[in-house]
C-alpha cells in the first residue's frame, strides 16, 4: 500500500569538497508527526534541514513535499509552500519591535508592491495578539527584539513560523541555551504542536527528547543509523557505540 | 503602532516647505537689493544645486541606512538623468551656437552632418525628462537583476556598482558616444523657451528642486513607514532570514535600487539646468565616494541626516575650493575617516542623541548599534559570533 | 644578476629562430647588377686590406673634392675600390656631417661623428680642434648623388662582416624583384656561410623568381613561401593573385603560399596578444595579490591600496634621484633639497638603482600599512563597509599629499639601461621591462605562497583565515597577525608600484586608475584564495587585450570585461574559488 508522506527525501547526497555531509539518506514523514532527529556533531543534522529548505541545493536525490519536488526551489518558495524554519541561533531581527517581527511572520501576500500598500487588518492584529499569547510576550511587544532574553528570542522565533502558520516546522535546536523551566515551557508547546502541524525537531538534550516521546531518527557521518522510538534507539547496540557512549558529552555541552 | 508620520515631523516638514518654497524666493524677487533679508540671485542658484545634491543622498540613503545596499555609483544615475535632460537642452541652443549650425557644437567639430537617430525624440522637452527617469532607472533595474539574483552583496555589491560607473565614465569620455566626449554638454540658452541664465528661471528651477526634494523626502518617508519599509529594513539587518521568512529579497532590493536610480536622475536632470554643464566627470568613482560621504556626515538611516550632509559638506566645498583648494581632498579624507571612526550615525546621530537628553530617552538604545555586522559580507569563513544567524552556506 | 636571469628567461625562447626584418625601402633602383656581382667578388678575392682601405679613402676624398656634377659618376666608382671604411663616411655625407674645412690653405674634407668629434676622411685622424667653425657649412647633395651613394652602401651592406647586417642587404635586394640580381644572389649562395643568411639569400632568389617569366620558377618560388610562410613575401603573392592572366597552376600555388602566411600572420598577433595579456595580467596580479590577501584574511576592502602602491613608485622615483644629482622638493611650501649621490648613469652602481629600490619600496609601503593598520583600520574590523569608506578617506588624503610634495605632474622614472628594448621572437615583441614585470609577478606570486605555506606566519595567518575565534582561543594573538599581514600585502603594493613605474607613468592618481581593475581581480578570484586570484588577474588581463585588438577600441573592451565578470558571477556568485572550511556545515 502506498502511503501519502507529507515529506519525502529519496537519495539525498550532499559533499561538501570531497566530503560527505549527506550520503544516500531516505527520509519519510507522516502528516502530523512529530519527528526528532538525533545525531553527534557533524552528523549532518543541519546540513539536512538545509537541504530541505533551500539553503544548499543536493548533488543528487530528491526532496518532495505534499508530493511536489522541491529540490530545486529557492528559500522563498519553500518558505511560502509551507515549511518553517527556527534556526540553531535565535535568528530574528534584532531592530524590529517584537510586533513587527511578527509582523513581518505573518501568512499573507509577501511581494513588493502588496507590502507597499498593505495595511494591518484587524485580523492581523487578533492572530499576533494570540501568537503573543502562545509565547508569552505580549508585554513586550514593542520593545526592539535584539533586547530579549535568549530564551525569548527563541521563543519569538517559534512565534514567527507560528504566525506563518507553516504546515511543517523545522526546529534546530529549540531549547539550547534554555533554563529548566523555558525548556519545559518549550517542551509544553511543542507537544501543542503536534497534531496540528508537523515538526522535525533536532536537539541534544535527552531528557527534552524523551519528553517529546516521539519517532527519532540517528544520523551519523551523513547517514541514518537507525530509526525507531526513544527505547528503541537507545537500544541499539550501533547507535550506543557511536552516540550514546557519548551521551555524557553531549550532556554537558547542550550548546554544541 | 506609530506607522504614520509623527505630527511634530509634519509640522516641520510644513515650515521648512513654506520657508524654502515661498520665503527664499520671495526674499530674492521682492527684496531691494541693499536690504539686510535680501538673498542674491547667485545664493538661490546654489542652494537649488545643493538640494539636487540632497536628493541624491536621501536616495542613497534608502539604499544603503535602509536596504543595507552601499551603491558606491549612485552619481552615475544623477549623471545620466542630468545627460538625459542636457540633450534636449543642447537642441534647443538651436543656431546660437558658435558654429551657427541646427547641430549642437561638439558634432559640428567632430564633422557630423545629420543629428544621430537617438538623439532626435530629445527635441521633445517631455521625452528628455522622462528619459531623465527611465534610462537611469532601466540601468539600475537590469544591473540589479542580474547582481541581486546571484546574490552578490555586501561589498561585492559596492565593488561592482563602483566598476559600473567608471566603466560608464570611460565611455562617456569616447567622442563615438555623440554624447561630447571629455566636454560634455555646456553652453545651454533656452529652457521651455525661457533664456536659461535669467534670474526668473533660475529662481524657478530652484523651487522645482526644492520642491522634488520635499516630495522625495516624503515619498521615502512614507516608504520606509510600510511593511514594505519593515522588510527592507530587515533585509539589511539580516538577508538569510528574510529569505526564509518567505520574502524574495531580490525584488525588494531590485525595487529599491530602481526608484533610487530614477529619483537621482531626476535630481541630475534639475542639477544640469542650474550648473550649466555635464561632462564625464560626475561618473568619476570618487564623485558618487563623495554622494556616500554625505550621507555619511549627515548620518545614515534618517533621511534627514543626508539631506544636512550634502548642503553642509557641498558648503564646506564651495567655501574650501576657493579658500583652501590645496587642502581641500585632506578635509574631505579626514572628515569620513573621523566620522566613520568616531560618529558613525552622524550629525543626525548626534541630534538625536541631544534629543534624546532633552526627552529622556523616548527610544530605547539599541546593544547592538553597529548597522552592518559580518552577515552583510557574504561567504567569509569566519564565524560571526555576534551576528543573528548561523553562518553556512 | 637580473640581468642574468632574464638572459636564461629569454632562452626559453631561443630555439624559435630570430628575425631582425626592416623594409627600408620598395622604391626599385636601377641597378647594373653584373657590375655589382664583379665588385662583390673582387672585394672578396682582395686580401692586402691596407693597400684597399687607403686606396677607398683617396678614391672617396676625390669625389667629395669633385665638381658637383662629376661626383654621382665618382661615388659610383667607388664600388670599384669597396672597403668597410667607406660606410661611415658615406653616411656622414648623406646626413650632412660632411664638411670641407680650409685647413692652413688645404681644403680638407672631415666628418663629424656622433660624438660630435671631427675625423678627417682622409686618415681617420681625429682633428684636435672641438668645435667647428662658424662658417662651415655641410657638403650638399644631389638626387642622383644619393641614388648613386645608396648602391654603394647597399653593396658594403652584402659584404658586411655582421650576418645581420647582410641578411638585411639581402632582403632589401630581393625585395626589389630585379631579375637582373639573381646572379650576384646564386653567387653569394654559394660563398654565404652563416645559415640565416644563407636562408634569407634563399628567399631573396624566391622573392625575385616571382618575377619571373618562367611559370615552373614561378611556381618553385611559390612553393618555397608557403613552407617558410615569411610574412615580407605577402605583397608580393598578393601582386600575383591580383593578376587576372596567371595559369591556374600558379594561381593554386599562389593561394597556398598566402594562406601559409596568414596563418603565420594570426599566430603571430595571437601570440604577441597573448603575451601584452599576461603581462598586463602580471601587473594586475601583484596590484591585487595584496588585496586579496587583506580581504580574504580580514574582509577588508583596502580602497588605499591603490595609493600604497603609488607610494612603491615614487619611492623608485626618490632613490634614482639620490643615486643622480639630488632632488629638490617643495611640500606644504617648504622648499629643500636632498643631495644626491652623483653617480654616473652608466656606472653599473646607478644601473642598479631599480632593483635596490625594490626591498625599499617593500618596506616604506609595508610601515605606510602598518601605521593605517594599527591607527584606523584595526578599529573597524567586521565592518567591511565601513573600512571601505574610512580607507577611501585615507586614499583621497595620500593622493592630495603626494601632489603637495612631487607636484601634480607624472614623475620620470627611466628604466635603467638593461630593461629598455625588446626581443623579438618569430615577430612578437617582447619588451624586456614586461618580461621583467611577468618575472617578478612570478617571484611575488611564489614568495607570497612560501610565505603562507611554509612560515610560522603563514601558518598563523592560515589559522585565523579559517577560524578567528578558534585561533584566538588557541592563543594566537589576531591583532599581530592582522598587523603584520596588512603590512606584507601593503609591502606587496608597494613592490606592484616600484614594478609600475617601469611600465608606465606614476603619477597622483594613477592608483585609481588600476584599482577598479584590482578590485575586479579580487571579486572574480574569490575571497583570499591565490589560485583563484592568479587565474583572474592573467584571465582579466589576456582578455582585456584580446578585446581591445579585435574591438579596436579599449573602451568597450573594458566594459565587455566588466559585463562579463557580472554574467561569470550569475554562475558562481563567490568568485573562482571559495574556502569552505568544516565548520560552515557542521550540525
Not at chain 1, 98 to 110: D, I, Q, S, T, Y
Not at chain 3, 42 to 50: I, N
Not at chain 3, 277 to 303: D, E, K, P, Q, R
Not at chain 3, 348 to 366: D, G, R, T, V
Request: charged fraction near 15%; charge should be positive.
Amino acid at each position: 500500500m502506498k502511503r501519502e508522506f507529507l515529506l519525502v527525501a529519496e537519495g539525498l547526497t550532499k559533499s561538501f569538497d570531497g566530503f560527505k555531509a549527506i550520503d544516500n539518506i531516505n527520509f519519510y514523514l507522516d502528516r502530523g508527526e512529530l519527528r526528532t532527529i538525533i545525531g553527534p556533531n557533524g552528523a549532518g543534522k543541519s546540513t539536512f534541514l538545509d537541504l530541505i529548505t533551500g539553503r544548499t541545493r543536493p548533488d543528487s536525490g530528491t526532496i518532495t513535499y505534499r508530493g511536489n519536488p522541491i529540490t530545486r526551489l529557492r528559500e522563498y518558495e519553500i518558505y511560502r509552500l509551507g515549511i518553517g524554519r527556527k534556526f540553531q541561533t535565535p535568528s530574528i531581527y534584532a531592530h524590529h519591535t517584537v510586533f513587527e517581527n511578527l509582523l513581518l511572520g505573518l501568512k499573507g501576500p509577501r511581494g513588493v508592491f502588496s507590502s507597499i500598500f498593505h495595511r494591518i487588518s484587524s485580523s492581523e492584529k487578533n492572530r499576533i495578539a494570540e501568537v503573543l499569547e502562545i509565547i508569552g510576550l505580549t508585554e513586550k511587544a514593542h520593545i526592539p527584539a535584539g533586547l530579549l532574553s535568549h530564551g525569548q528570542k527563541q521563543w519569538l522565533e517559534i512565534g514567527m513560523l507560528l504566525a506563518q502558520e507553516a504546515e511543517l516546522l523545522l526546529l534546530d535546536e529549540p531549547a539550547a541555551g534554555m533554563s529548566d523551566e523555558e525548556t519545559e515551557k518549550t517542551g509544553n508547546l511543542l507537544l501543542t504542536l503536534a497534531g496540528g502541524h508537523t515538526l522535525i525537531v533536532i536537539e541534544h538534550d535527552m531528557t527534552f527528547i524523551r519528553r517529546l516521546a516521539s519517532r527519532v531518527t540517528v544520523l551519523h557521518q551523513g547517514r541514518i543509523l537507525c530509526e525507531g522510538s526513544f527505547e528503541h534507539v537507545q537500544n541499539d547496540p550501533r547507535v550506543q557505540e557511536v552516540y550514546l557512549g557519548r551521551k555524557h558529552r553531549a550532556h554537558n555541552q547542550p550548546n554544541s | 503602532m506609530s506607522d504614520r508620520l509623527p505630527k511634530v515631523e509634519i509640522f516641520f516638514l510644513l515650515i521648512l516647505s513654506a520657508v524654502l518654497i515661498f520665503v527664499i524666493p520671495i526674499l530674492n524677487s521682492a527684496v531691494p537689493t541693499d536690504h539686510p533679508f535680501y538673498i542674491s540671485n547667485y545664493l538661490v542658484n546654489l542652494l537649488g544645486q545643493y538640494f539636487c545634491l540632497a536628493i541624491v543622498a536621501v536616495s542613497l540613503d534608502f539604499l544603503w541606512g535602509y536596504t543595507g545596499l552601499l551603491s558606491l555609483g549612485q552619481m552615475l544615475f544623477f549623471s545620466l538623468g542630468g545627460y538625459a535632460f542636457g540633450m534636449h537642452l543642447m537642441l534647443m541652443i538651436g543656431r546660437l551656437g558658435q558654429y551657427k549650425s541646427d547641430l549642437p557644437d561638439f558634432m559640428v567639430f567632430l564633422g557630423y552632418n545629420k543629428l544621430p537617430d537617438f538623439w532626435v525624440p530629445f527635441y521633445s522637452f517631455w521625452f528628455a525628462a522622462a528619459a531623465a527617469l527611465w534610462v537611469p532607472g532601466l540601468l539600475a533595474f537590469l544591473f540589479g537583476w542580474l547582481a541581486f539574483r546571484s546574490r552578490i552583496r555586501g561589498v561585492y555589491f559596492s565593488i561592482l556598482t563602483q566598476a559600473l560607473t567608471y566603466a560608464a565614465c570611460l565611455l562617456f569620455f569616447r567622442n563615438e558616444l555623440s554624447m561630447g566626449g571629455n566636454n560634455g554638454f555646456t553652453d545651454f540658452k533656452f529652457i521651455l523657451g525661457k533664456p536659461i541664465n535669467s534670474p526668473d528661471t533660475q529662481r524657478a528651477l530652484y523651487v522645482a528642486s526644492a520642491l522634488s526634494l520635499i516630495l522625495t523626502y516624503l515619498l521615502l518617508r512614507t516608504l520606509t513607514l510600510t511593511k514594505f519599509g519593515k522588510v527592507q529594513r530587515a533585509i539589511r539587518d539580516s538577508e538569510n532570514r528574510v529569505l526564509f521568512s518567505g520574502y524574495a529579497a531580490a525584488n525588494y532590493k531590485l525595487f529599491a535600487f530602481t526608484l533610487a536610480a530614477v529619483i537621482s536622475g531626476l535630481a541630475g536632470a534639475l542639477y544640469v539646468p542650474q550648473v550649466g554643464i555635464i561632462n564625464p566627470s560626475q561618473m568619476e568613482p570618487s564623485r558618487s565616494l563623495e554622494a556616500v560621504v554625505w550621507v555619511a556626515v549627515g548620518g545614515r538611516g534618517t533621511l534627514y541626516g543626508p539631506v544636512i550632509g550634502a548642503v553642509g559638506v557641498n558648503a564646506l566645498r564651495s567655501w574650501a575650493t576657493i579658500s583652501l583648494p590645496a587642502y581641500w581632498p585632506i578635509l574631505l579624507g579626514s572628515l569620513f575617516i573621523l566620522v566613520v571612526l568616531f560618529a558613525p550615525r552622524g550629525i543626525a546621530g548626534f541630534l538625536e542623541f541631544l534629543a534624546g537628553k532633552v526627552l529622556t530617552a523616548s527610544r530605547p538604545i539599541l546593544p547592538n548599534t553597529q548597522i552592518f555586522t559580518n552577515s552583510s559580507l557574504p561567504k567569509t569563513s569566519s564565524p560571526n559570533p555576534s551576528g543573528q544567524e548561523s553562518q553556512k552556506t | 644578476m637580473a640581468q642574468l636571469i632574464i638572459n636564461s628567461f629569454l632562452k626559453l625562447f631561443s630555439y624559435f629562430a630570430q628575425f631582425n626584418y626592416y623594409f627600408l625601402s620598395h622604391r626599385s633602383l636601377v641597378l647594373s647588377s653584373l657590375l655589382l656581382f664583379v665588385l662583390v667578388f673582387q672585394l672578396y678575392a682582395s686580401s692586402d686590406d691596407q693597400l684597399r682601405q687607403s686606396s677607398a679613402r683617396s678614391a672617396i676624398l676625390k669625389a667629395i673634392l669633385a665638381p658637383e656634377e662629376k661626383q654621382p659618376e665618382l661615388v659610383e666608382a667607388l664600388a670599384q675600390n669597396l672597403h668597410p671604411v667607406l660606410g661611415p663616411i658615406l653616411e656622414a655625407w648623406q646626413k650632412g656631417d660632411l664638411f670641407i674645412l680650409d685647413l692652413n690653405g688645404k681644403l680638407t674634407p672631415v666628418i663629424r661623428l656622433p660624438d660630435s668629434q671631427l675625423q678627417l676622411v682622409e686618415n681617420a685622424q681625429s682633428l684636435p680642434i672641438a668645435q667647428l667653425p662658424e662658417n662651415a657649412r655641410p657638403l650638399e647633395t644631389t638626387g642622383k648623388l644619393r641614388r648613386a651613394m645608396r648602391i654603394i652602401l647597399d653593396q658594403l651592406a652584402l659584404a658586411d662582416p655582421s650576418p645581420e647586417i647582410r641578411e638585411n642587404a639581402v632582403l632589401k635586394l630581393g625585395m626589389r624583384q630585379n631579375l637582373q640580381s639573381l646572379p650576384i644572389l646564386e653567387r653569394l649562395k654559394e660563398q654565404e656561410e652563416h645559415p640565416k643568411v644563407k636562408i634569407a639569400i634563399l628567399d631573396a632568389i624566391s622573392l625575385i623568381n616571382l618575377n619571373s617569366p618562367d611559370t615552373t620558377t614561378k611556381i618553385k618560388a611559390l612553393s618555397h613561401f608557403e613552407a617558410r610562410a615569411p610574412i615580407f613575401a605577402r605583397d608580393s603573392i598578393q601582386k600575383i593573385l591580383a593578376d587576372s592572366s596567371i595559369s591556374p597552376a600558379v594561381r593554386d600555388a599562389a593561394n597556398k603560399a598566402m594562406k601559409a602566411i596568414e596563418r603565420r600572420i594570426f599566430w603571430t598577433d595571437f601570440f604577441g596578444t597573448v603575451f601584452r595579456g599576461i603581462s598586463l595580467g602580471s601587473v594586475l596580479l601583484v596590484v591585487a595579490i595584496g588585496l586579496a590577501i587583506t580581504f580574504g584574511l580580514m574582509g577588508i576592502i583596502n580602497m588605499a591600496h591603490g595609493e600604497i602602491m603609488i607610494i612603491g613608485g615614487y619611492t623608485v622615483f626618490v632613490v634614482q634621484c639620490l643615486f643622480g644629482t639630488g632632488l629638490a622638493l617643495a611640500p606644504f611650501g617648504f622648499s629643500f633639497n636632498l643631495p644626491g649621490l652623483g653617480l654616473d648613469p652608466a656606472s653599473n652602481l646607478y644601473q642598479a638603482y631599480f632593483l635596490i629600490s625594490l626591498p625599499i619600496a617593500f618596506l616604506i609601503s609595508a610601515i605606510v600599512g602598518l601605521i593605517l593598520e594599527r591607527g584606523i583600520i584595526q578599529f573597524l574590523y567586521q565592518r567591511p563597509l565601513e573600512t571601505l569608506l574610512a580607507t577611501w578617506g585615507i586614499s583621497l588624503i595620500l593622493q592630495q599629499l603626494f601632489r603637495l610634495i612631487f607636484g601634480p605632474a607624472n614623475i620620470p622614472v627611466t628604466a635603467p639601461a638593461w630593461l629598455t628594448g625588446s626581443y623579438v621572437v618569430e615577430g612578437v615583441i617582447m619588451n624586456y621591462n614586461r618580461i621583467f614585470v611577468i618575472f617578478a609577478a612570478f617571484v611575488i606570486l611564489v614568495a607570497t605562497w612560501l610565505l603562507l605555506a611554509r612560515t610560522p606566519l603563514g601558518l598563523l595567518i592560515r589559522a585565523v583565515i579559517q577560524d578567528r575565534s578558534t585561533a584566538a582561543c588557541m592563543g594566537v594573538s589576531t591583532g599581530k597577525v592582522n598587523s603584520l599581514t596588512f603590512a606584507f600585502g601593503s609591502g606587496l603594493a608597494g613592490v606592484a608600484g616600484a614594478l609600475l613605474a617601469l611600465l608606465g607613468n606614476i603619477g597622483p592618481s594613477t592608483g585609481q586608475t588600476y584599482i577598479v581593475d584590482a578590485f575586479m581581480v579580487v571579486v572574480l578570484g574569490g575571497v583570499g584564495n591565490l589560485a583563484g586570484t592568479v587565474l583572474s588577474a592573467l584571465g582579466i588581463g589576456t582578455l582585456d587585450q584580446i578585446l581591445q585588438i579585435s574591438l579596436r577600441n579599449p573602451v568597450i573592451g573594458k566594459v565587455l570585461v566588466l559585463v562579463g565578470i557580472i554574467l561569470f558571477l550569475q554562475w558562481k556568485p563567490s568568485g573562482l574559488f571559495t574556502i569552505r572550511s568544516r565548520s560552515l556545515d557542521e550540525g
